[in-house]
């Protein structure tokens, strides 16, 4: 399954792909032209970019696997927030816990997939 947002605000392309590992792999290839060997087969994050854009993506085998869900989307905020020189300190994890709650919750909305707030 493949889903996509694109954030107005960050100016990201965001992908999340749940599935079989070698479907991913097609994917990718046919999307981006880019080989890759998952080193993790259960979750995984990586982003590619060049001067004019940045796509993200968040690969899980098992799209109900919120510990890994969780894992990768601190990985994605880390390096979008660090791409855009914004560090992470005490002044700015205020923007980092939120950021990380929305993707989490246009991960769980576009996976179709209940969303709890407790």
């Known amino acids: 399954m493949l889903k996509y947002f694109y954030d107005e605000v960050y100016k990201a392309n965001i992908y999340f792909f749940s599935g079989k590992e070698k479907d991913f792999k097609d994917w990718l290839k046919k999307r981006f032209n ?8 259960e979750g995984f994050f990586f982003s590619l970019s060049n001067a004019n854009s940045a796509v993200y ?6 799209k109900r696997n919120m510990n890994y869900l969780r894992h990768e989307v601190l990985h994605l905020v ?7 020189n914004i560090e992470c300190n005490i002044h700015t994890d205020e923007a980092f816990a939120y950021y990380t709650d929305y993707v989490i919750e246009q991960y769980h909305k ?4 209940k969303y709890s707030t407790i």
């Open 78 to 84: 880390f390096r979008l927030f660090h791409e855009r």
């Open 34 to 41: 880019y080989d890759y060997e998952l080193q993790y087969r």
């Open 110 to 113: 576009l996976m179709r997939i």
């Open 57 to 62: 993506i968040i690969y899980l085998a098992d």
